[in-house]
């Protein structure tokens, strides 16, 4: 009797492991894996995007702040030395 018992609870096992997702749920499952990556692809263009203007704004900034220092170093060099700067 025990034998039989394990047949037919290895049989069970078997045949619930065998048993699969239907194709309707292998279709709901893969349309929410193809929404999930549209959401993702959306969620990095975003990102990309607004990784873009961030860029482009540190770009102008250090342009501006190496042209003030162009600038600042040109007052300079046209400045006389001092009296100190002269003496040494």
């Known amino acids: 009797m025990k034998k039989v ?8 096992m078997f045949s619930i492991v065998a048993c699969g997702p239907s194709e309707e749920e292998k279709a709901e499952a893969e349309a929410a894996m193809n929404e999930m990556m549209e959401g993702l692809d959306a969620a990095m263009e975003e990102v990309a995007e ?12 250090v342009v501006a702040e190496g042209e003030e220092a162009t600038e600042g170093e040109a007052e300079e060099a046209t400045e006389e030395p001092s009296e ?4 040494e």
Not at 5 to 12: E, I, K, N, P, R
Not at 50 to 61: F, I
Not at 84 to 87: H, L, N, S
Request: glycine content about 4%; overall charge negative; proline content about 0%.
């Open 84 to 87: 100190e700067e002269a003496a």
């Open 5 to 12: 018992l394990a047949l037919l609870m290895v049989a069970g």
């Open 50 to 61: 607004e990784t873009e203007a961030v860029a482009e704004e540190v770009t102008e900034e």
